[in-house]
């Protein structure tokens, strides 16, 4: 391969600065902006955490529960606001943490006995659709 057109070295070879490799720093630009991404989140999620009232201070909660709780609330708000409109009295918004365990414990315990009762009934490899039955997913649906 001629290289007379670089001066006689062959692209990348030749001293940095003079169409040599430069150094890749985009490695350190993702892992600064996903630190960012991560603290923006978590910063969100705090704050979110702050206005669902009635949770104990000494409660951890994930930021799936801290979703489901905070639609709970604005539900409750949306409902509070109906009966303002009615005259009608409302109750506080109660956090219910441990009943949404109960009930994702339950629908844990379901599945797992569907799964069971799936694999020891079909014990043979089927062909075509594969993954969960359909009843499975119904009923994760219905969550």
């Not at 956090?95 to 020891?120: G, M, P």
Request: with cysteine; charged share 35%; aromatic share 4%.
């Amino acid at each position: 391969m001629d290289h007379s057109h670089y001066g006689g070295v062959p692209p990348g070879n030749g001293p940095p600065g003079l169409g040599g490799p430069r150094p890749v720093k985009r490695r350190g630009t993702a892992n600064r902006k996903e630190r960012r991404r991560t603290q923006s989140i978590n910063s969100a999620f705090a704050e979110l955490r702050e206005c669902i009232p009635n949770v104990p201070a000494d409660t951890k909660l994930s930021k799936i529960k801290t979703l489901r709780l905070a639609t709970s609330y604005i539900a409750y708000l949306m409902d509070l606001l109906a009966k303002d409109d009615q005259n009608g009295e409302a109750e506080a918004f109660k956090a219910e943490i441990k009943k949404t365990d109960v009930k994702e414990e339950k629908r844990k315990k379901e599945l797992n006995e569907i799964l069971k009762s799936t694999v020891s009934s079909n014990d043979k490899k089927t062909k075509g659709r594969t993954g969960w039955p359909q009843h499975v997913w119904a009923l994760e649906l219905k969550q």
